[in-house]
């Protein structure tokens, strides 16, 4: 049970506003923003997702830039709440095409139409794009996904300049082609965020992958679709099949160490071919979640290193190495090192011929940043930075500084190597024909290189 919605920008603006109970006061809008933006208590740099602040519970999440947030007085469970939050921004999303500040101000009448539907007295009544279908009749104003800042989702699917064909976050479920045309195509994503941990000699500690298929129908008439994976994918680490053990591992097997799929699929087969049948619903969700904990090689290959050069002095290097397909790039690479608290100056040394490459010492909080705007497979960079202290240094340095983290994004690359053999659509006639797109992304989770 909530009391309010609303939905602030990073600027603090109130865009979407509805109090449902009016049993908290009024300017809880400005208390939280006020309290998220000056958080100061425990040392931490950001507020924490749930907190109270007279009695009254605020329970937030940011998407996109946006900060959708919830209150109540009542003793509700996170989980729920939270979970409620990014369902509401899914259903949105969903309707609007593009979730973002302008389509939010330019559709207000179409979000307040499905909040009143979702939500009623502050009581969840269903978050199923599909069945909201039957009472939204209000059209989506489409916005230029040309203007949308590369945010979220919508930047996933980026390759250097250009967008990859077909982007599924940038269309409405129920607005139609120009012309009043049916759009026929179907998407399915493969996403997947990696964890590693690098030794200072730049071998892998720890690795794990948390992985998603990600589909987004716009099909009519709800036609059964089956999805292939490799037939070498083995669940579990004993070899295990969906249902049973026994399975055999080839020294190519794709090894999950477990998965969970959603209700609408069908696992008839998929123990004797791995083939995924379901009736896709409106809407995009997970048809398949998975992780692994296998060996698995990682995308870049990260090391660092940090020496004395004098009494007051001291270099930093730091060697990454893309070993990824060149047919393959790297977008928005950001790597980051906290350096002594002591440092007072950084100078820098960039690759002569560098392009798209931004160094900077951050003296707030003494960090190291060096941001790549693409890498292409193969490719090796390193990055030079002499320290100077405000006193000499007390110690061993690496205990001071460090350890450097790295976050990026590769368009159409999955380090699992988990892939979607054929996507298979009944036909409703000859000529139905309709448009596939299978895309792949690799993301940082946390990705660390000690020193």
């Not at 109970?21 to 040392?43: A, L």
Request: with cysteine.
């Amino acid at each position: 049970m909530i009391s309010q919605f609303f939905v602030l920008s990073q600027r603090g603006d109130n865009i979407v506003f509805r109090d449902y109970r009016g049993d908290v006061q009024k300017g809880s809008t400005e208390i939280f923003f006020r309290k998220v933006k000056f958080w100061k208590e425990d040392g931490e740099e950001e507020a924490p997702p749930v907190f109270n602040v007279d009695g009254v519970n605020y329970f937030h999440v940011k998407i996109v830039g946006l900060l959708f947030v919830a209150t109540t007085r009542a003793n509700v469970s996170p989980s729920l709440i939270m979970e409620l939050l990014q369902r509401i921004s899914r259903v949105t999303k969903d309707y609007l095409g593009i979730l973002s500040e302008e389509s939010l101000r330019r559709n207000f009448v179409l979000v307040y139409e499905l909040l009143d539907e979702v939500i009623d007295f502050g009581y969840v009544q269903t978050t199923s794009t599909e069945v909201l279908k039957s009472y939204i009749f209000n059209e989506p104003i489409v916005v230029d996904a040309a203007r949308v800042p590369a945010l979220g989702p919508a930047s996933l699917f980026m390759q250097g300049n250009k967008r990859m064909p077909g982007t599924a976050v940038t269309k409405s479920v129920v607005a139609n082609e120009p012309g009043g045309r049916k759009r026929e195509e179907i998407f399915v994503d493969i996403i997947e965020k990696i964890s590693v941990t690098f030794s200072s000699s730049g071998y892998i500690l720890t690795s794990e992958i948390d992985g998603t298929i990600q589909m987004k129908s716009y099909l009519t008439g709800n036609p059964e679709i089956k999805l292939a994976l490799n037939e070498d994918v083995t669940i579990g680490r004993g070899g295990s099949s969906a249902y049973g053990y026994g399975s055999s591992v080839g020294s190519g097997a794709v090894i999950l160490d477990d998965c969970n799929f959603h209700e609408s699929v069908h696992l008839d087969n998929f123990d004797l071919d791995r083939t995924l049948s379901l009736v896709p619903s409106d809407g995009e969700f997970s048809v398949m979640n998975y992780r692994m904990t296998q060996e698995f090689k990682p995308p870049f290959r990260v090391t660092a290193l940090i020496e004395e050069a004098g009494a007051l002095k001291a270099e930093v290097i730091i060697k990454i190495r893309a070993e990824f397909p060149s047919s393959a790039t790297a977008n928005t690479i950001l790597v980051q090192m906290p350096l002594p608290s002591y440092t007072s100056r950084v100078s820098f040394d960039v690759e002569p011929g560098a392009v798209g490459q931004l160094a900077d010492f951050k003296e707030a909080n003494k960090r190291l940043e060096w941001s790549l705007k693409k890498i292409v497979g193969g490719a090796e960079h390193t990055l030079r930075a002499k320290l100077t202290f405000s006193q000499e240094t007390h110690g061993n340095l690496t205990k001071e500084a460090g350890p450097v983290s790295m976050n990026f994004t590769i368009p159409m690359y999955n380090a699992s190597r988990l892939q979607v053999k054929y996507l298979q659509i009944a036909k409703k006639s000859k000529t139905y024909n309709p448009y596939r797109w299978v895309r792949y992304v690799t993301q940082a989770n946390s990705y660390v290189a000690r020193m």
